[in-house]
Every structure is written in structure tokens, then in C-alpha cells.
């Protein structure tokens, strides 16, 4: 998600079948950056959480390679302008948008504040999870460790 003028960013990982949203503020764009700063996130999922992620067409993820050497995290591109393709992670973006808005610097948003909004979203019930929470979800997962 880009904030004010390209000059910041907040990457969101969504897991897809419990729809546990993690929060990744972006610096920078660049490429190197992006993929040290998603593979450090993923890594903090147990290893059978991480089987596999999608992504657009941007340059900032053109060292994916590096992603699945660093995290063992395979990385697959959607199609050019086909945002249907990563629904889940696009329907979250539309979630973080009630909290920053269209042109939001992020680098002057805290990170205890980014904490809470992934909170906020991990904690709300969601009718595709029998409302259940992405949070309970994801931690009946951890727990079965399929």
C-alpha cells in the first residue's frame, strides 16, 4: 500500500486461509529492502505457514528469489492489472484504508500504532471464518500444525 507521493509504503502479508493479516512498513522501495524486510516478517511464522506468497508486478519485489532463499517463502506473480488475483490481500488493503487514508505518510506513522491497527484487523470477526477471528484461526493452526 503506497502512501503520500510513492515515498512510503506499508507491505501487508495476509495468510490466506485465516486471513491473519502482518503489517510491513516500507522505508524504502527498493528491492533489496523490501525483500530482507517481508523475508524477516515471514520468517516469524512457523515454517508450514509459509509455504507460498502472491504478488504484483512491481519492481520493488523483483529480488523474490532472494525472498524464498531467505525464507523458504515460494513468491508467485499475478498477472499485470489483475487485482482479482490477490483478492484477500486487496480486500485487506481496502480494511487499512478506514485507518490511513489515501495520501498517508507512513513514515510518520509509529510503529506501536501500526501494531495495533494489525491488531484491530487480526481481532475482527469475519464472516468467509464463521466469525470467527483471523487471530483464533491462525492459532488453531499453529496449534494442529498442518
Same mark, same amino acid.
Request: a positive charge; charged letters at 25%; one cysteine or more.
Given at each position: 500500500?503506497?502512501?503520500?507521493?510513492?515515498?512510503?509504503?506499508?507491505g501487508?502479508?495476509?495468510?490466506?486461509?485465516?486471513?491473519?493479516?502482518?503489517?510491513?512498513?516500507l522505508?524504502?522501495?527498493?528491492?533489496?529492502?523490501?525483500?530482507?524486510?517481508?523475508?524477516?516478517?515471514?520468517?516469524?511464522?512457523?515454517?508450514?505457514?509459509?509455504?507460498?506468497m502472491?504478488?504484483d508486478?512491481?519492481?520493488?519485489?523483483?529480488?523474490?528469489?532472494?525472498?524464498?532463499?531467505?525464507?523458504?517463502?515460494?513468491?508467485?506473480?499475478?498477472?499485470?492489472?489483475?487485482?482479482? =488475483?490477490?483478492?484477500? /490481500? *486487496?480486500?485487506?488493503?481496502?480494511? &487499512?484504508?478506514?485507518?490511513? +487514508? #489515501?495520501?498517508?505518510?507512513?513514515?510518520?506513522?509509529?510503529?506501536?500504532?501500526?501494531?495495533?491497527? =494489525?491488531d484491530?484487523? /487480526? *481481532?475482527?470477526?469475519?464472516?468467509? &471464518?464463521?466469525?470467527?477471528? +483471523? #487471530?483464533?484461526?491462525?492459532?488453531?493452526?499453529?496449534?494442529?500444525?498442518?
Open positions: 500500500m503506497m502512501g503520500s507521493r510513492n515515498s512510503s509504503a506499508l501487508t502479508l495476509v495468510e490466506r486461509t485465516t486471513r491473519y493479516t502482518v503489517l510491513v512498513p522505508d524504502f522501495k527498493d528491492s533489496d529492502y523490501v525483500t530482507v524486510s517481508f523475508a524477516n516478517k515471514l520468517n516469524t511464522f512457523p515454517e508450514h505457514l509459509r509455504k507460498s502472491a504478488y508486478q512491481g519492481s520493488e519485489i523483483s529480488s523474490r528469489s532472494n525472498i524464498t532463499g531467505l525464507s523458504k517463502t515460494k513468491v508467485y506473480f499475478c498477472d499485470p492489472h489483475s487485482p482479482w =488475483q490477490r483478492g484477500t /490481500n *486487496e480486500n485487506t488493503n481496502g480494511l &487499512l484504508r478506514q485507518y490511513f +487514508p #489515501k495520501g498517508t505518510d507512513f513514515r510518520t506513522v509509529p510503529d506501536w500504532l501500526v501494531q495495533e491497527i =494489525q484491530r484487523l /487480526n *481481532e475482527r470477526p469475519r464472516a468467509i &471464518l464463521d466469525f470467527d477471528t +483471523p #487471530k483464533e484461526r491462525i492459532t488453531q493452526l499453529v496449534a494442529l500444525k498442518i
